[in-house]
């Protein structure tokens, strides 16, 4: 079992800069998958980034490319999420998740664990 707790969201203007972390729970993060998914109200729960195991495979949406960077350390069994020039459409419940296997993908259902979620609003 994992267990992942994201942190880092909160206020901020547009053209603003927020970090997410989420760390995770149990000795098997290395080998995991991580990514990054987001939900604005009324709106499905759509993919924002993911990283593999060593970082060696990176993947963005293209609405966050060149904006955005994920990264994990996982010494410290933790991956972020580097978010600048934010942008009001940025607004959502970001949520971190975990896929047990090696295959960095934008697809929801791949990924097995899934944290609570962090609230990131950008303002006008």
């Known amino acids: 079992q994992v267990q992942l707790v994201e942190s880092g969201g909160g206020l901020v203007q547009a053209g603003g800069s927020l970090r997410l972390s989420c760390t995770a729970s149990?000795?098997?993060?290395?080998?995991?998958?991580m990514g990054w998914f987001r939900q604005a109200p009324g709106k499905e729960r759509e993919f924002v980034a993911t990283i593999n195991w060593n970082g060696a495979r990176i993947y963005y949406a293209d609405s966050v490319k060149g904006r955005f960077t994920i990264s994990r350390d996982n010494a410290k069994n933790t991956v972020y999420l580097q978010m600048n020039s934010l942008k009001p459409e940025d607004t959502a419940v970001y949520y971190c998740?975990?896929?047990?296997?090696?295959?960095?993908?934008?697809?929801?259902?791949?990924?097995?664990?899934w944290g609570q979620g962090t609230q990131v609003t950008v303002s006008s």
């Open positions: 998740a975990a896929d047990v296997g090696d295959r960095p993908t934008g697809w929801a259902n791949d990924y097995d664990y």
């Open positions: 149990g000795r098997t993060f290395i080998s995991h998958t």
